[in-house]
């Protein structure tokens, strides 16, 4: 049945493709709504040092897509060495957790100098800034 047998390779062929598909649809619709509102009153904190919706730099970088941004580049911001060695360190959601929880364990000598969030506030954080990607 040769038609039969190409259907098969075509849906071989597509199934990935589709699951890529409803995976990036998920990828935004999973993130617990409750959680991002929680994650944006934290921020409020985060606001005092770093700017979100401008590229704009504080006392601390711009976050403007820091999810997977590179590590201590926001053009014109003056790093501590610690971060502006970090090389190509991307911060994935895991780093920026790791990051949030122990700012001077993750990166250490960092000038971001804040005590590290309960992990339960962590998450929250990353799950707004992945919000906002
Ligand atoms: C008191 C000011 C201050 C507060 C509050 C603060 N930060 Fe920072 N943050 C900094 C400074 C300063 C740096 C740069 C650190 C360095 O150069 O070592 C930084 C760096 C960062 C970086 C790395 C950016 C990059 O370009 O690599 C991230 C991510 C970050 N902060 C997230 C947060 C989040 C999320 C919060 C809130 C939970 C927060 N910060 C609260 C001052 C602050």
């Not at 934290?42 to 601390?60: E, P, Q, S, Y």
């Not at 991307?90 to 000598?109: I, Y």
Request: with cysteine.
């Amino acid at each position: 049945m040769p038609s039969c047998a190409k259907t098969l390779v075509a849906a071989a062929l597509l199934a990935p493709l589709l699951a890529g598909c409803v995976g990036g649809e998920e990828r935004h619709a999973a993130l617990d709504p409750e959680k991002v509102e929680r994650g944006r009153d934290l921020f409020a904190t985060c606001a005092a040092c770093h700017d979100i919706r401008k590229r704009r730099n504080g006392v601390g970088p711009h976050l403007v897509g820091i999810v997977g941004r590179p590590a201590g580049q926001a053009r014109g911001y003056a790093y501590s060495e610690a971060m502006a060695g970090q090389g190509d360190r991307d911060w994935t959601p895991d780093a920026l957790r790791a990051f949030l929880l122990d700012p001077e364990a993750a990166v250490p000598g960092t000038n971001m100098a804040i005590t590290g969030l309960p992990p339960a506030d962590a998450d929250a954080v990353v799950t707004y800034l992945l919000s906002r990607e």
